[in-house]
């Protein structure tokens, strides 16, 4: 077995290599976060599609990205994951600067959908290169850490897209999301190639069949988390609001200091039994943020809910490794990355039409009903040894 990363790079959590993926996935996640923000307003205001257009043009980048997943997680395996991180970042930059000439909601789902193709590559290529740089034993830890860059990302873009609008429009705001994507590509640039070569493996598969399970389980808290996010400034602006990227703040700012003060406890606790505390969390503040009759129980339902996204990603992608060998972890990594685009795509598209139908409260009433389910499905799956 040959390996592109030396001996000593893995005695070591805060690698150089580790640190530039980490500094290229916030600028690239910045602008997720200022997508976030820009995409239900975008679309519910100037484009006029409504909520369920909102919910529709929210989620269509992930609809393309789940279905290249098989196929970008096999090229990780055999081709490396650098080439996914730089190329994909150049795709996302090109489909954000083409957002600012949207004019309707069909090119805006187009779009959309183009992102998806660069969300498919660079989020493959992130995750099995963290798996490949952590020492084993800090690997809940290197998910947590690494993360911040993702809860970084939504805490700032947001807000950062907010005063992009309000003094300079729409346009200028889509532009800065691109610029920072060139920037993530760039650093990405730098990133050592990590993939691992095994070269008694013959054949790569599409599906890596053992994570299957905790990814489901972690779909649900995906879902749950995705109808949130798609909403909350809309729900917020219901209550009248004044900084609807106010809860958005507050989520992503909650979830980086969690991260920051509770790493290690992700490698100390049973990873599928913290994920199914950290579902039940969730659906407690969403049930607070469903029935909120104030911005003030809004702000708490969201800081609940943050409390319990604080350990469901690292535990979830803790438990999918666990799974995967070492020439495995593009293909669990897809895995993985797919729960997140099908929980993001399908998740704000189907609670759309319940905000349509019935309100905002009732889509994040639905999102607390899917955490739950997911808790319970979490707690009877066990992980087997590879």
């Given at each position: 077995?040959?390996?592109?990363?030396?001996?000593?790079?893995?005695?070591?959590?805060?690698?150089?290599?580790?640190?530039?993926?980490?500094?290229?996935?916030?600028?690239?996640?910045?602008?997720?976060?200022?997508?976030?923000?820009?995409?239900?307003?975008?679309?519910?205001?100037?484009?006029?599609?409504?909520?369920?257009?909102?919910?529709?043009?929210?989620?269509?980048?992930?609809?393309?990205?789940?279905?290249?997943?098989?196929?970008?997680?096999?090229?990780?395996?055999?081709?490396?994951?650098?080439?996914?991180?730089?190329?994909?970042?150049?795709?996302?930059?090109?489909?954000?600067?083409?957002?600012?000439?949207?004019?309707?909601?069909?090119?805006?789902?187009?779009?959309?959908?183009?992102?998806?193709?660069?969300?498919?590559?660079?989020?493959?290529?992130?995750?099995?290169?963290?798996?490949?740089?952590?020492?084993?034993?800090?690997?809940?830890?290197?998910?947590?850490?690494?993360?911040?860059?993702?809860?970084?990302?939504?805490?700032?873009?947001?807000?950062?897209?907010?005063?992009?609008?309000?003094?300079?429009?729409?346009?200028?705001?889509?532009?800065?999301?691109?610029?920072?994507?060139?920037?993530?590509?760039?650093?990405?640039?730098?990133?050592?190639?990590?993939?691992?070569?095994?070269?008694?493996v013959e054949r790569h598969p599409l599906i890596h069949r053992p994570s299957l399970p905790v990814a489901l389980g972690f779909l649900a808290s995906i879902v749950a988390m995705g109808g949130f996010l798609a909403f909350v400034a809309l729900h917020a602006d219901d209550l009248g609001m004044t900084r609807t990227s106010l809860p958005l703040f507050l989520y992503g700012i909650t979830v980086v200091v969690g991260r920051v003060t509770m790493a290690?406890?992700?490698?100390?606790?049973?990873?599928?039994?913290?994920?199914?505390?950290?579902?039940?969390?969730?659906?407690?503040?969403?049930?607070?943020?469903?029935?909120?009759?104030?911005?003030?129980?809004?702000?708490?339902?969201?800081?609940?809910?943050?409390?319990?996204?604080?350990?469901?990603?690292?535990?979830?992608?803790?438990?999918?490794?666990?799974?995967?060998?070492?020439?495995?972890?593009?293909?669990?990594?897809?895995?993985?990355?797919?729960?997140?685009?099908?929980?993001?795509?399908?998740?704000?598209?189907?609670?759309?039409?319940?905000?349509?139908?019935?309100?905002?409260?009732?889509?994040?009433?639905?999102?607390?009903?899917?955490?739950?389910?997911?808790?319970?499905?979490?707690?009877?799956?066990?992980?087997?040894?590879?």
């Amino acid at each position: 077995m040959a390996t592109t990363t030396t001996p000593d790079s893995r005695d070591r959590l805060f690698t150089r290599g580790f640190i530039l993926l980490t500094l290229g996935e916030l600028a690239y996640l910045t602008t997720d976060g200022m997508a976030i923000f820009l995409i239900p307003v975008y679309a519910a205001g100037p484009l006029e599609a409504g909520q369920a257009g909102a919910g529709l043009a929210f989620g269509a980048f992930a609809l393309s990205a789940l279905a290249l997943r098989p196929w970008v997680g096999r090229f990780a395996d055999t081709r490396g994951r650098r080439p996914l991180l730089i190329g994909g970042a150049l795709v996302a930059a090109l489909a954000l600067a083409l957002t600012a000439q949207a004019t309707d909601l069909a090119s805006l789902v187009a779009l959309r959908l183009l992102a998806g193709v660069g969300e498919a590559a660079v989020f493959t290529a992130i995750f099995a290169a963290i798996a490949d740089l952590a020492p084993p034993s800090r690997m809940g830890e290197a998910l947590s850490y690494n993360s911040l860059a993702l809860y970084l990302g939504l805490a700032a873009g947001p807000p950062i897209a907010e005063l992009m609008v309000s003094h300079a429009g729409f346009a200028a705001a889509w532009y800065l999301a691109a610029g920072l994507a060139v920037a993530a590509a760039a650093t990405f640039v730098f990133v050592p190639e990590s993939r691992v070569l095994d070269e008694s493996v013959e054949r790569h598969p599409l599906i890596h069949r053992p994570s299957l399970p905790v990814a489901l389980g972690f779909l649900a808290s995906i879902v749950a988390m995705g109808g949130f996010l798609a909403f909350v400034a809309l729900h917020a602006d219901d209550l009248g609001m004044t900084r609807t990227s106010l809860p958005l703040f507050l989520y992503g700012i909650t979830v980086v200091v969690g991260r920051v003060t509770m790493a290690k406890l992700v490698d100390r606790v049973p990873p599928l039994r913290l994920a199914a505390v950290a579902l039940v969390a969730m659906a407690v503040g969403l049930t607070v943020a469903a029935t909120a009759p104030s911005p003030g129980w809004l702000l708490l339902g969201v800081l609940v809910l943050a409390i319990g996204v604080t350990f469901s990603t690292p535990a979830f992608f803790a438990a999918i490794f666990a799974t995967a060998g070492p020439s495995e972890r593009g293909a669990a990594s897809a895995m993985a990355s797919a729960a997140l685009d099908l929980g993001l795509g399908a998740g704000p598209i189907l609670l759309g039409y319940v905000a349509g139908a019935a309100g905002i409260g009732w889509a994040f009433g639905v999102a607390a009903g899917v955490a739950l389910a997911g808790a319970g499905w979490t707690l009877t799956r066990r992980l087997s040894p590879r």
